[in-house]
């Protein structure tokens, strides 16, 4: 069973950095499409940022430019860097871990980010 861990959430003033992990852990790392996604209150999850297991990554119109997927396969980690934080990026971040053509496809417990203006 795949668990994955996000840290690194907090409180940060607008224009600020903040780097978010995921810890990977129960079964092969690579194989997996990592991605970060986002809620804030009120509104549907949304995806932030993907990368393959090759690190071929996609991002969101709105945080391209200033938001970096990456991820170290040796360490089964996956991180996300935010920098140009604003007040519209306040949500709470899931990791999410997707096998592609199969079933599985996980979550983790999500990291509040708060962006104060």
């Known amino acids: 069973q795949v668990q994955l861990v996000e840290s690194g959430g907090g409180l940060v003033q607008a224009g600020g950095s903040l780097r978010l992990s995921c810890a990977f852990s129960g079964t092969i790392f690579s194989i997996y499409v990592m991605g970060w996604y986002r809620r804030a209150p009120g509104t549907q999850r949304e995806l932030v940022a993907v990368i393959t297991g090759g690190g071929t990554t996609h991002y969101s119109d709105s945080v391209k430019g200033r938001f970096t997927i990456s991820r170290d396969n040796a360490k089964n980690m996956v991180y996300l860097q935010m920098n140009s934080l604003k007040p519209e990026d306040t949500a709470v971040y899931y990791c999410?871990?997707?096998?592609?053509?199969?079933?599985?496809?996980?979550w983790g417990q999500g990291t509040q980010v708060t962006v104060s203006s």
């Open positions: 999410n871990a997707d096998q592609i053509r199969s079933s599985n496809n996980y």
